[in-house]
Nanobody, 122 residues
Framework: VQLQASGGGLVQAGGSLRLSCAAS????????MGWFRQAPGKEREFVAG????????DYEDSVKGRFTISRDNAKNTLYLLMNSLKPEGTAVYYCAASSWIWRRAVTDYAFWGQGTQVTVSS
């Protein structure tokens, strides 16, 4: 599956952004989907994941209550709504697809989008 992330930008602390990830090439609903982020000089880390039909979600502790992951299988699109953004949220955000469910490791995801930059100013 090919993935194309978009929606990043510059936002002030406390603001919101919605990221999108358009999928093509294979049946989108066959994949567990995740969002990851990578800040400068740091390893790529799990942010959120969502089950095949979107009924269940998983969040990294620091984003719980502020970020919402969702998917629209009819549109082959994954979303990440980010509220109350903090400067430490500055990173390149990646969408990814896994054939395994409830995985947080980078190595468990076979397909990756190109990333979209999110910059949160203080």
């Amino acid at each position: 599956v090919q993935l194309q992330a978009s929606g990043g930008g510059l936002v002030q602390a406390g603001g919101s952004l919605r990221l999108s990830c358009a999928a093509s090439g294979r049946t989108f609903s066959n994949y567990f989907m995740g969002w990851f982020r990578q800040a400068p000089g740091k390893e790529r880390e799990f942010v959120a994941g969502i089950s095949y039909i979107g009924g269940s979600t998983d969040y990294e502790d620091s984003v719980k209550g502020r970020f919402t992951i969702s998917r629209d299988n009819a549109k082959n699109t994954l979303y990440l709504l980010m509220n109350s953004l903090k400067p430490e949220g500055t990173a390149v955000y990646y969408c990814a697809a896994s054939s395994w469910i409830w995985r947080r490791a980078v190595t468990d995801y076979a397909f990756w989008g190109q990333g979209t930059q999110v910059t949160v100013s203080s």
